[in-house]
């Protein structure tokens, strides 16, 4: 019975259910989409994002941030929010939301040169960033303009509260950086061997008091 007991934990662990972003917790008002793979980006009137990278060593020589600090060689995700209205409008449009991520956010950019200076590293594998042209950039952060977009971290340094507001023909885009999120199948592994652990601890156990008795 021990024996099958064994071989049962084995196949449950397995079939732990694995989400899609597994770097995401939640979402609210921000559409979860997979990488953009045409030019023809997906359009809403809601904020969306899709994951671009994961596990990736961070370096200052080749990625500029906008806002935050990650010494090089840390491991890090990337997270692409976007805003891509399916009409012009000659009035100011507005999206809002907010996400939580599994890890602590870290960085920022959100200027044009430094978007397109991070696709080759940070950016999404097949993805044509190129074809949002002029628009894309998020257009003075922080500032008392009204009409602007703007974000704010809370939640302990893992939830991010976003307005993006646009003009026209207007994108408004935001690369967000977090620490790298630890493979489902690192998670598997050591659950699974923690299993095993407890497993043989309690078998080693009652060994022990098997001899103790005879």
């Known amino acids: 019975m021990k024996t099958l007991n064994l071989l049962l934990f084995i196949p449950l662990s397995v079939l732990i259910p694995v989400p899609a972003m597994a770097g995401i917790l939640s979402t609210t008002g921000i559409s979860q989409i997979d990488a953009p793979s045409t030019t023809d980006y997906p359009q809403a009137s809601t904020l969306q994002v899709f994951e671009e990278s994961t596990n990736i060593a961070f370096s200052n020589d080749d990625i500029a941030l906008d806002a935050g600090s990650i010494t090089s060689g840390r491991l890090v995700d990337s997270y692409n929010i976007y805003f891509n209205p399916e009409s012009d409008s000659s009035s100011w449009m507005r999206a809002s939301g907010s996400i939580t991520f599994e890890s602590e956010i870290l960085g920022f950019i959100w200027s044009k040169g ?42 302990g340094g893992n939830t991010l509260d976003l307005s993006f507001n646009i003009w026209q023909t207007g994108y408004d885009e935001l690369r967000v950086v977090t620490a790298a999120t630890p493979e489902p199948l690192t998670i598997l592994g050591a659950s699974t061997a923690l299993g095993f652990g407890v497993f043989f601890k309690r078998k080693l156990a009652k060994e022990k008091n098997k001899n103790s008795v005879s």
């Not at 940070?122 to 257009?139: D, H, I």
């Open 114 to 155: 430094n978007l397109e200076g991070s696709d080759a590293t940070l950016g999404a594998s097949g993805t044509p960033y190129a074809q949002v042209g002029y628009w894309r950039e998020l257009e003075e952060h922080d500032s008392d303009l009204a009409g602007l977009s703007d974000f704010f971290v809370s939640g």
